[in-house]
C-alpha cells in the first residue's frame, strides 16, 4: 500500500471502528475521529514537504499505486499526486483536522456523526487522489451523501429541512450532468479505459472532434459548476452552509466544492480545449457573476453565514476566470484560490459556528463590541475578513493576483470587472462585517461570551491561520509545485488544437506552417 492509499484508508478505517464503539461513550468518539485527522494530516504534510524529492512514476505522478479491478472496460483502482493535487489533499486534511476540534453543539447521535464524518474526509482525499475516473466520481459521492445526512440531522434553523431538500436536488442533479459529461468523454475518446493517465495520452495522439468536444464541455462545465456553485446555479450554497453543523460547512465549502475546479483543470483543459474556447465567453460570463452578482448579494447580508456563504460562491468566480484563461500563470493561480480558499472557508465557517455556539445566532444586528471580550476569536475574524478581501500576506491575494496576470491577454475587460468586483466589493462587506461585528458598544448580553481559552479550542483556529500565512508569504512553496504540473497540461491543449487546426488548413489550399502556435 503507497503512502497516498494509507491516506486515504486512515478515516475509512477508523470510521469503521467507530461502529463497534459502545453507544454513549461521546469522548472516546471525539479521540477516534480527531486521531484519523491528525494520522492523516501528518502523513499529507509529509508527502507535501517530500515531494520534490520522491521520484515519478507514470504520467509524472508520485506515490503511485495502481490494482486492477474491472480490466474488462478499463476500470483500476488508481492513485497518484503530481503539483496539482498534492496541496489540494494537504489542504483538505488541514480542513479535516481543524473540522474534527469544531463539533461544537453535537451532542446526540455522535457516533453516527463521526462515523459520516470520517466516510466524508475518506470520500474527499480520495476524489482529489484518484487517477482513474470511475473511483473519482465515487469517491466524490462517498463524500456527498454525508453531506446531506449531516445538513438534515444535526443542521439548525427553521429551514433545515429546505436547505437538505435544495442541496441534494441541486448537487445530485449537478453530479448526474458531470456523469454524463464523463461518460462522454470515455466513448468519444476511443480510448477504452478509466485511466486518466492512459485517457489523456491517447486523446493527445488522436484529438476529439471539434464538434463532439463542443457537446462534451458544456455537461463538464454546467455539471461540475452546479457542484462548485456557479452563477446563477448556487442558490444552495449559501442555504445550505447556513443550515449545516459546522464541520459540515468547514468540509464542504472548504474542500469539497472544489471538486469541480480540479475535474476541469484536470480532465477539460487537457482534453477538450477547443470545447473551452467555444464556450469561452459563456464561461467568463458566468464566473463574472460569481465575482459580481454574489458579491453585491453579500453586501447585503445581515447574518454572518449567508454573508460567508455568498462570499465563498464569490471568490470561485476568480478561480473560473483562471482556468478560462487557459494560461501557465491564470490556471497555477486558479490551483492557489482553490488551497487558499479551503483554508479561507473552513477559518471563516469554523469561526462563525463558534459564534453560534456562544450566541445561539449570527445575527449580525446582535452582534457587536466583541473584540474586547473575546479578543483571541476577534483577531482570526479580522484574520480571515482580510484574507477574504485579498490583502497581501495572505495565501488568496497571492492566487488572485496570479489570475488576474494570467488572463490579462486573453481576457482584459473580465480582468478588469473581476478585480474590481473581488477588490471592492469584497473589502465593502468585509471590512463592515469587521466593524458591525467586533467593533462598538458591548452590549450586557454579549458580555456573557466566552473566548477560546483552552488550547483545544484555539488549535482548529490556529492550524489554517498559520497555513494561510505560510502560503501567503512564500507562495512559491505552492506555486512551484502547481506550475510543473499544469505546464504539461497547458502544451497539450497547444498540441491538440494544432493536430486538429493544421490538417484543415492545408485542406483549404492554405500555407500550414511546420509548428503551429496557439496563444492566449
Known amino acids: 500500500m503507497s503512502l497516498l492509499s494509507f491516506i486515504i484508508a486512515t478515516p475509512l478505517i477508523a470510521a469503521i471502528g467507530l461502529l463497534f464503539v459502545p453507544r454513549g461513550y461521546s469522548y472516546l468518539y471525539q479521540i477516534i475521529a480527531r486521531g484519523a485527522a491528525g494520522i492523516t494530516f501528518l502523513l499529507s504534510l509529509g508527502m507535501f514537504l517530500f515531494y520534490p524529492q520522491m521520484a515519478s512514476g507514470p504520467g509524472g505522478f508520485k506515490f503511485y499505486q495502481k490494482v486492477a479491478w474491472v480490466e474488462s472496460i478499463g476500470i483500476n483502482y488508481q ?18 483536522l481543524a473540522a474534527s476540534f469544531a463539533c461544537w453543539g453535537i451532542n446526540r447521535r455522535e457516533r453516527d456523526f463521526y462515523f459520516l464524518f470520517l466516510v466524508m474526509v475518506g470520500g474527499i482525499l480520495g476524489a482529489f487522489a484518484s487517477l482513474d475516473v470511475f473511483f473519482f466520481y465515487f469517491f466524490h459521492e462517498l463524500a456527498l451523501v454525508p453531506t446531506f445526512i449531516m445538513i438534515g440531522v444535526w443542521g439548525r434553523g427553521e429551514d433545515r429541512n429546505y436547505a437538505t431538500f435544495k442541496i441534494t436536488i441541486y448537487l445530485t442533479i449537478g453530479a448526474m450532468l458531470a456523469l454524463v459529461g464523463l461518460v462522454a468523454l470515455y466513448v468519444q475518446s476511443g480510448a477504452q479505459t478509466f485511466d486518466m493517465i492512459e485517457l ?20 463538464l462545465l454546467f455539471g461540475f459548476g452546479i457542484l462548485v456553485s456557479l452563477w446563477p446555479l448556487h442558490t444552495w450554497a449559501p442555504v445550505g452552509y447556513g443550515a449545516a453543523p459546522t464541520p459540515a460547512a468547514m468540509l464542504h465549502a472548504g474542500v469539497l466544492k472544489k471538486f469541480g475546479l480540479y475535474g476541469l483543470i484536470r480532465l477539460a483543459i487537457p482534453m477538450v480545449p477547443e470545447g473551452i474556447r467555444a464556450w469561452l465567453e459563456v464561461f ?117 493576483i496570479l489570475v488576474l496576470f494570467g488572463a490579462w491577454e486573453s481576457l482584459p475587460w473580465f480582468v478588469v470587472a473581476g478585480a474590481w468586483g473581488a477588490l471592492i466589493i469584497g473589502a465593502v462587506y468585509c471590512l ?51 506550475s510543473q504540473s499544469v505546464e504539461p497540461l497547458i502544451n497539450q491543449a497547444n498540441d491538440t488544437t494544432a493536430q486538429i487546426v493544421a490538417p484543415s488548413a492545408a485542406l483549404l489550399g492554405q500555407n500550414t506552417p511546420t509548428a503551429v502556435r496557439v496563444d492566449f
Not at 496541496?87 to 488541514?94: K, N, P, R
Not at 458580555?447 to 483552552?454: E, L, M, R, Y
Open 79 to 96: 492513485v497518484g499526486v503530481d503539483g496539482i493535487n498534492v496541496g489540494l489533499i494537504l489542504m483538505g486534511a488541514a480542513v479535516a
Open 200 to 219: 489523456t495520452n491517447h486523446v493527445k495522439e488522436n484529438p476529439i472532434p471539434v464538434d463532439q468536444q463542443k457537446v462534451i464541455f458544456p455537461l
Open 432 to 482: 463592515r462585517a469587521i466593524r458591525n461585528i467586533l467593533h462598538g458598544a458591548l452590549s450586557e448580553e454579549n458580555s456573557q461570551f466566552n473566548d477560546a481559552s483552552t488550547l483545544t479550542t484555539k488549535f482548529p483556529f490556529l492550524v489554517l491561520v498559520i497555513l494561510l500565512v505560510i502560503f501567503g508569504v512564500y507562495p512559491r512553496l505552492l506555486t512551484d509545485r502547481v
Open 284 to 400: 467568463c460570463f458566468l464566473a463574472l457573476g460569481n465575482i459580481l452578482y454574489c458579491g453585491w448579494v453579500a453586501m447585503r447580508q445581515k447574518d454572518l453565514n449567508f454573508l460567508i456563504g455568498n462570499s465563498s460562491v464569490a471568490h470561485m468566480g476568480m478561480a473560473f476566470i483562471g482556468i478560462a484563461s487557459l494560461s501557465l500563470i491564470g490556471i497555477t493561480g486558479a490551483v492557489a484560490i482553490m488551497v487558499a480558499h479551503g483554508l479561507l472557508a473552513a477559518l471563516s465557517f469554523g469561526l462563525s459556528g463558534y459564534l453560534y455556539h456562544e450566541k445561539g445566532s449570527v445575527e449580525i444586528s446582535q452582534l457587536g463590541g466583541l473584540l474586547q471580550k473575546i479578543p483571541f476569536i476577534g483577531v482570526c475574524l479580522v484574520i480571515a475578513m482580510l484574507a477574504g478581501c485579498g490583502v497581501p500576506g495572505f495565501a488568496n491575494f497571492a492566487g488572485e
